[in-house]
């Protein structure tokens, strides 16, 4: 945003400019840099903690230069470690995690990219507030739909088993999906939509040929969204499932929180990385997709 | 046609009958005992439910408890109670009137459970006469631990036996330059420490407060005295951290000799145990001190609740479930390592660490004394929301200087009556 | 074929095909609707159905298990005699304030320094980004082990050299919501980040170069040009921000457990305590009643502040 002139170095009022010019770019990166600082300790200390020894971990602290290395935390956390239930580690619960993530984020994607097709390019009286009412779902606390929840899950006899688990995370994801997906699409002029009406092209195939090429921006944003915030979920996903079913934030959440036991450090740290390795991954590849799904007017 | 019909009866008969004698026992346990020791201690059941032909599934759920009694309030509103769930205290009376609880009172009284359950237990398992549940251990909660090391330092012979040579064991300690009170400060240990506290100051305050809930002895001058050598215990005896500090690093206070007692129920003894230290060279145990000089005991037990089913399966699998969970060798097993004693009196703890040997001794003498409580800290007394309202008064207390002694035990006779 | 049965009808054939056309028409208007329905209703029991049936619980007897008697509003008088519910409610609406605001100021700042053409900028971008990727629970439960005095950020401090060194933010009554709020931030503020950015680029690079000729220094045109024209993305960080705040439990949960004592509770935690803990179904559905009612103050206001705006600009346009 600040233009630099450096031909006119040899000028005295431009030296002093390249000077300041210097100063703020110096002062820029400093602020970036502790900020980042502040960003990746907790990081640092995850990944230390599953390398180091729990006795090197309890006698020199959390956070420190790590003394030791041992491998053994990591295998011990997949597979080998007695937690919720089993003595195989956290890798059945990942799987479960995967089983229910993935649907319930394809799901959610799909019929919010649709909700956001129809209230933005098919108006109809009341569309608006539709739209408003859909959305004042990313409000509704988790415990409070937690016994709703149950009554219609047992009504549908689906409760205890992963597929009322994604119903309940698509129907709830359809808030944001939706929301996202009309903003966007809100931007994709009529006038592309009218022409292909003339031609001839009814409601679905306009959404196939011409609404979802133009998607990838928004979808990419969405599927971030709602693979992080359900594969991190707790509560859903620990009550409405049983015995070998249960998601890694169950797994996670017994290893960092035993009340009467010591805690195992290098093996939590482990777990935590192992689950947090999903979402961590798709920021990661996603990450320019996101900004650039944001930037292309996912906002309004 | 007569002898067809006849025929078809006696098929649809015999069908039925072996059905019910087919029923393979299957169960899945509901609890919250999903990691360490405690998960290893369930797993033991498993495995002799697998054993004894059984088909053994468990749902543990971590966390806090409640995360364990949301996941039963939605299974029992989705119409699939869980065949057995960990439930203790009131709460076992309150379920049963919902209606949605099993009776096991056939195999209770085919095995003979009301002669061998300890006499203050029988009212909790079976809260309209009938039994509902079955107990799996019994915990004392008026323990006091003695960092050996740390006594040495601080030149204590013995543990104190009383209020008075606690808090003067405590100003040697302070003067030796070391911690009195390991604690760690959460709603359940502050409520632990504050009610040993009241039982050994005067036991009666102790069953009227807090077995009955009587308001009227919360805002007593006997109350206000026991929030006085609370507050004398928090200021002086314990260290200004104990608000972030967990239970490891309490823990370890003791095994490093920086903290001198600690007073916390007898699964320390596990605790103690899983770390290394062995009793005598490193801790020793001894009853919370008591004023009025006999043996007494605080009450806690886990047991498993067991909920009405329509799967015959699952209802051979609650029969066999009841049975191991009484059985003499699970009781055994299940409570040596726990730190606990067996909810059956006539088990020899011969194999079982000192303090626990003394811990049987102690509950027997309590009974016969009539000393005996169960605990309000560990919620077998009275309702939970009368419970959560003094625990979130005494977790308070602990945490705010200001508050004074005559304070607290108003606030908490409001709160229990706000609840009414 | 259509045609054809149209004329065998009677009709010319430019009538057919204006009858054929209609005909299609009216069955595609239906389409957007049938494709929506479902979801639509869906959304709908979940919003309005589930609050309205906490709605009622709240006024009804309900203890351990949902009942349908009546009782009026005793929950609600049961629930604000209650200590540690004001305290929560509190909590609430104390953390959302600096929550929001400050993850606003540390998104916004974020991003422009990133936009200043820094290098590396997908580096910095994964970094303030990542925290989002992890769980509420997780982020509570490491930030735990950071604030801890006896393992964590005090202990490594000390251990350096600086013996009086004091970092306790949770162990103190009265600061530790803040180890809460730093640490919701820390959080979130990257999602702030990226929605900024995103604005910050799609500026029309007209007005800043206009604004640019007329002299302004780079403050200014931020100030008086480039932070206007993103006016609605505050609006949609705030709504995401939002959301995060009302639904605060893990953070809670794993940080300080509602203490010390009970100074950190929050009505998502309260309400959870009351509903499955304590066995008062409906004094907890009173308190999940509040916290919405707590979220209209905010959204109401600035419902009505759209229409306003709205109508002006449609009175003056």
Redesign the interface.
């Known amino acids: 945003?600040?233009d630099a002139t450096f031909d006119l170095a040899l000028d005295s009022q431009a030296r002093g400019e390249s000077l300041r010019f210097a100063l703020r770019?110096l002062a820029?990166?400093a602020?970036?840099a502790v900020?980042?600082l502040?960003?990746?300790?907790?990081?640092f200390?995850?990944v230390a903690n599953s390398f180091r020894e729990l006795p090197e971990i309890?006698q020199?602290?959390?956070?420190?230069l790590p003394h030791s290395f041992s491998l053994k935390a990591w295998p011990q956390a997949w597979a080998h470690y007695?937690?919720?239930?089993t003595?195989e580690g956290v890798k059945r619960n990942f799987f479960n995690s995967l089983y229910m993530t993935i649907p319930a984020t394809i799901l959610s994607t799909l019929?919010?990219a649709?909700?956001g097709y129809?209230?933005s390019k098919?108006r109809?009286p009341g569309s608006e507030t539709?739209f408003v009412?859909?959305v004042?779902?990313?409000?509704?606390?988790?415990?409070?739909?937690?016994?709703?929840?149950?009554?219609i899950?047992?009504?549908l006899h689906l409760?205890?088993s992963v597929y009322g688990l994604i119903l309940v995370h698509v129907?709830?994801g359809?808030?944001f999906t939706?929301l996202f997906c009309r903003n966007y699409y809100v931007n994709i002029p009529d006038d592309l939509i009218k022409a292909a009406r003339i031609d001839g092209a009814?409601?679905?195939r306009i959404f196939v040929k011409i609404i979802l090429p133009l998607s990838p921006p928004i979808l990419i944003v969405t599927v971030i969204w709602q693979f992080?915030g359900i594969?991190?979920?707790?509560?859903f996903g620990?009550?409405?499932t049983?015995?070998?079913q249960?998601p890694i934030?169950?797994?996670?959440?017994?290893?960092?929180?035993?009340?009467?036991?010591?805690?195992p450090?290098d093996v939590?740290s482990a777990a935590?990385m192992i689950?947090?390795v999903p979402?961590?991954l798709?920021?990661?590849f996603g990450?320019?997709y996101?900004?650039?799904g944001?930037?292309q007017?996912?906002?309004? | 046609m007569l002898t067809i019909k006849a025929a078809l009866t006696g098929v649809f008969a015999f069908t039925a009958a072996t059905t019910a004698a087919l029923a393979e026992p299957k169960t899945n346990l509901l609890n919250q005992w999903s990691e360490g020791s405690d998960a290893a201690a369930i797993a033991k059941l498993g495995e002799m439910f697998t054993a004894a032909g059984g088909k053994w599934e468990q749902t543990s759920i971590a966390g806090h408890t409640a995360n364990t009694l949301a996941k039963l309030r939605a299974d029992v509103v989705a119409g699939s109670a869980p065949p057995a769930v960990q439930l203790k205290g009131p709460e076992i009376a309150e379920w049963n009137e919902t209606g949605k609880t099993a009776n096991i009172d056939q195999i209770a009284t085919a095995e003979g459970w009301d002669k061998v359950v300890a006499p203050d237990l029988l009212p909790v398992m079976k809260p309209t006469g009938h039994w509902v549940a079955a107990p799996m251990n019994i915990h004392r909660i008026n323990w006091i631990w003695g960092s050996t090391k740390a006594m040495e330092q601080a030149g204590i012979e013995g543990l104190p036996k009383t209020w008075a040579e606690f808090n003067a064991d405590c100003d040697e300690a302070i003067a030796a330059h070391l911690i009195c009170i390991s604690h760690f400060s959460q709603d359940w240990t502050d409520a632990t420490t504050f009610e040993v506290v009241v039982y050994g100051i005067d036991q009666s305050l102790f069953k009227k407060a807090f077995v009955e809930g009587d308001t009227a002895a919360m805002r007593s001058p006997e109350m206000i005295k026991a929030f006085e050598q609370y507050r004398l215990m928090v200021s002086k005896y314990m260290d200004p951290g104990i608000a972030g500090r967990d239970y490891d690093s309490a823990t370890a206070m003791i095994a490093k000799g920086q903290a001198v007692f600690m007073i916390m129920g007898d699964w320390q003894v596990g605790i103690f145990t899983a770390a290394g230290l062995k009793q005598g060279t490193d801790y020793q145990c001894g009853q919370a001190p008591t004023d009025w000089g006999k043996p007494g005991f605080i009450l806690n037990s886990d047991s498993v609740v067991f909920f009405t089913q329509t799967d015959p399966d699952y209802v051979e699998g609650q029969k066999l479930l009841a049975h191991l969970i009484m059985s003499p060798q699970f009781q055994t097993v299940f409570n040596q390592a726990k730190g606990s004693i067996p909810a059956r009196l006539d088990i020899d703890l011969k194999d079982f660490n000192p303090c626990q040997q003394q811990s049987q001794k102690d509950l027997q003498a309590s009974i016969a004394d009539g000393m005996l409580v169960r605990s309000m800290a560990h919620n077998m007394t009275i309702l939970q929301k009368y419970r959560g309202a003094i625990l979130d008064t005494v977790t308070s207390f602990v945490n705010n200087p200001k508050m004074t002694a005559e304070e607290a035990a108003n606030a908490m006779a409001d709160a229990v009556d706000a609840q009414k | 074929m259509r045609l054809n049965v149209a004329m065998s009808n009677g009709l010319s054939p430019n009538e057919s095909i204006h009858a054929k056309a209609s005909l299609r028409e009216k069955l595609g208007a239906w389409v957007p609707g049938l494709a929506i329905a479902p979801g639509a209703v869906a959304s709908l029991i979940y919003v309005f159905g589930f609050t309205l049936w906490t709605l009622y619980i709240s006024m009804s007897n309900s203890t351990m298990l949902p009942t349908y008697k009546f009782v009026g509003l005793k929950p609600y008088f049961d629930l604000w005699s209650n200590q540690r519910w004001k305290i929560a409610y509190g909590n609430l609406f104390y953390f959302s304030a600096f929550y929001v605001v400050l993850s606003l100021a540390v998104g916004l700042a974020l991003a422009i320094a990133i936009d200043q053409r820094v290098r590396g900028e997908a580096v910095w971008r994964t970094i303030f980004l990542y925290p989002l990727a992890v769980s509420f629970v997780v982020t509570g439960v490491v930030w735990s082990w950071l604030y801890s005095p006896d393992a964590g950020i005090e202990f490594l401090v000390r251990s350096l050299g600086w013996h009086g060194f004091t970092f306790r933010l949770t162990t103190n009554r009265d600061t530790a919501i803040y180890a809460i709020i730093a640490t919701g931030i820390w959080q979130s503020s990257g999602f702030a980040m990226a929605l900024f950015l995103a604005g910050l680029r799609s500026v029309d690079p007209d007005l800043v170069k206009a604004a640019q000729i007329d002299g302004a220094g780079p403050a200014r045109i931020y100030r008086k040009v480039i932070l206007p024209s993103i006016g609605p993305i505050f609006v949609a960080v705030v709504v995401v921000l939002l959301q995060f705040a009302i639904k605060t439990f893990d953070l809670v949960v794993a940080l300080t457990r509602g203490g010390p004592g009970i100074a950190t509770t929050f009505p998502a935690n309260y309400v959870y305590d009351l509903m499955f803990q304590r066995g008062e179904i409906a004094v907890g559905a009173a308190a999940a009643i509040m916290m919405l009612a707590a979220l209209a103050v905010v959204l109401v206001p600035y419902a009505l502040w759209t229409v306003w705006r709205s109508r002006r600009e449609a009175a003056h346009g």
């Open positions: 945003m600040v770019r820029i990166y602020f970036l900020f980042a502040i960003y990746l300790l907790p990081l200390v995850v309890t020199n602290g959390l956070i420190a007695c937690v919720a239930g003595c019929i919010g649709m909700n129809v209230l098919w109809f539709l009412c859909i004042l779902g990313v409000f509704m606390p988790g415990q409070i739909a937690l016994l709703p929840w149950a009554y899950l047992g009504a409760s205890n129907i709830q359809l808030s939706t009814g409601f679905w992080t594969w991190n979920e707790f509560l620990v009550v409405f049983g015995g070998t249960q934030t169950a797994a996670l959440v017994a290893l960092a929180t035993s009340q009467m036991n010591a805690h450090y939590a935590v689950g947090a979402p961590l798709i920021y990661l990450g320019k996101f900004v650039r944001l930037t007017g996912a906002i309004k």
